[in-house]
């Protein structure tokens, strides 16, 4: 499985772009790459996932670049309620099943 | 759907006694998985089942512990003798595939604290 490293916390402002990078140097050929959100007092949530390149929903940006050695999930103009921990997950493509959890980057967003 | 839910919501128990938890995954979602949060050692994977059977336990800490999926649609985790390292949050999660870890859908936790 490969190996996360995370800013353990960031702090930010409302209305600001956020940036989170994670590091998965022995990231699988076969790996995607998903990121989960954490509420307190709520289970992980699903918010983006991509295999290289660039990939943006409704919630969240997703930059890999081509060596796949690292990701960066963007927050555009985050609010209070962005306030959680996001977890980065490399793997997935033959894992049987495993959704290891690292220990998370805890955001901070202040008005 | 109502999405994942777990019962109860809090239990509070005196060390010794067993504690059931309890778990109804996504209609249609034929994973299950069990994971356990704390402050010292985040989430953990405990096990996890497919079509009803135990595919891989490796995370269950000791024999007090276990886990039964009698169906698609109910799954325990039962602790017998429960201790107070043993309090947590107890998240169930379910998914239709394992592929890419895309599309687990947590419920909202047990959070257990044992006296």
């Not at chain 1, 990078?21 to 709520?42: K, L, M, R």
């Not at chain 2, 135990?54 to 039962?78: C, H, Q, V, W, Y």
């Amino acid at each position: 499985l490969a190996k996360t490293t995370q800013p353990i916390s960031m702090d930010s402002y409302e209305g600001q772009e956020v940036n989170i990078t994670c590091s998965h140097n022995n990231i699988a050929t076969n790996d995607y790459i998903t990121w989960y959100q954490q509420f307190p007092s709520q289970g992980p949530r699903f918010i983006i996932q991509g295999y290289k390149t660039k990939v943006t929903n409704e919630v969240a940006s997703l930059f890999i670049p081509a060596d796949r050695k690292s990701s960066t999930l963007s927050l555009p103009r985050v609010s209070l309620s962005d306030t959680a921990v996001y977890y980065c997950l490399p793997g997935g493509g033959n894992q049987g099943g495993k959704l290891i959890f690292g220990q998370g980057t805890e955001l901070s967003v202040k008005p | 759907d109502a999405g994942v839910i777990q019962s109860p919501r809090h239990e509070v128990t005196e060390m010794g006694q067993e504690v059931t938890l309890r778990c109804k995954p996504i209609s249609g979602h034929d994973y299950l998985f069990w994971y356990r949060q704390t402050m010292m050692r985040g989430l953990e994977l405990l096990i996890y089942f497919n079509n009803n059977v135990p595919i891989d336990d490796s995370g269950m800490p000791e024999d007090r512990f276990s886990a039964k999926m009698p169906n698609a649609s109910f799954s325990t985790l039962k602790i017998q003798p429960s201790e107070p390292r043993d309090s947590a949050v107890y998240f169930c999660a379910s998914s239709f595939t394992v592929l890419a870890n895309y599309g687990y859908t947590f419920g909202s936790g047990t959070r257990l604290t044992v006296v």
